[in-house]
């Protein structure tokens, strides 16, 4: 292929576009006309400081807070009013800020429990499970055995059997020790290196960027920044502004 067929190369087509989205709790207006979009293979990571909007964003896009206005589409679909397990079904991992770990069944039932609701084998399971050799060695497990990071591990290796186009993760380093940070991102980058897209809601900014081929910045529900790494190192001013950093 020639340099020019190469520079003329068109861009990875969008998997999820969110647009002009307006959420509300109650009568409290949170978020004021986000759009966003997640290209296929990419990373978009949501960053901003707390209360800035971006786990409703996030509830908004799987439908657990559903949208008073906007568009979603997912595929080419418009998922705009889809209850939650429709867009599971459909091709969309969430893994919540909590991790939805419960504390009396095992890592095993947890995945088998997915592996039912999704209509996957135990082959799919074991297949899963290799990116996550610490989980695969607690099988006998209760929930409430495993250390913060084991269980965000499990919540990621639940969400992955849904075999999903999109995985969304919302604070997945959150209370983690910092050598636990660095394996959930190096386990992300397998991931996202597989072909899923990733939307990532994250605190510790320097894992969000490692993982990012894109970024969109809140503050106050609305979108202050969307560009790539690279453009937001290049602007202080938003850093320090809305993320809280030099």
Not at 76 to 105: A, K, M
Not at 217 to 236: D, H, M
Request: with cysteine; glycine share 8%.
């Amino acid at each position: 292929m020639s340099s020019m067929a190469s520079q003329n190369a068109p861009e990875p087509d969008a998997l999820l576009t969110a647009t002009d989205m307006h959420t509300y709790y109650g009568d409290s207006h949170i978020l004021h006309g986000v759009s966003l979009e997640v290209r296929r293979g990419e990373c978009l990571a949501l960053l901003g400081r707390n209360g800035a909007g971006k786990s409703t964003t996030l509830r908004s896009i799987v439908g657990l807070t559903p949208v008073r206005s906007g568009k979603i589409t997912f595929a080419d679909q418009d998922i705009t009013r889809n209850p939650t397990h429709r867009s599971i079904r459909e091709g969309i991992g969430y893994v919540p800020e909590d991790r939805g770990i419960f504390s009396s069944l095992t890592v095993r039932e947890h995945l088998d429990v997915a592996l039912w609701a999704n209509r996957k084998s135990v082959d799919q399971r074991d297949e899963v499970l290799k990116l996550f050799p610490r989980i695969s060695e607690r099988m006998s497990h209760f929930g409430q055995q495993l250390s913060g990071g084991e269980q965000q591990m499990l919540a990621i290796a639940r969400a992955l059997l849904a075999d999903p186009d999109l995985l969304i993760l919302d604070e997945p380093s959150e209370g983690l020790a910092p050598i636990l940070v660095d394996e959930v991102r190096d386990t992300l980058l397998r991931i996202k290196a597989g072909g899923t897209s990733i939307l990532l809601v994250e605190q510790n900014v320097a894992m969000a960027l490692a993982l990012a081929d894109s970024v969109t910045v809140l503050s106050q529900g609305t979108v202050k920044f969307t560009g790539s790494p690279a453009e937001l190192e290049a602007k202080p001013d938003i850093k320090d502004t809305y993320l809280g950093i030099a």
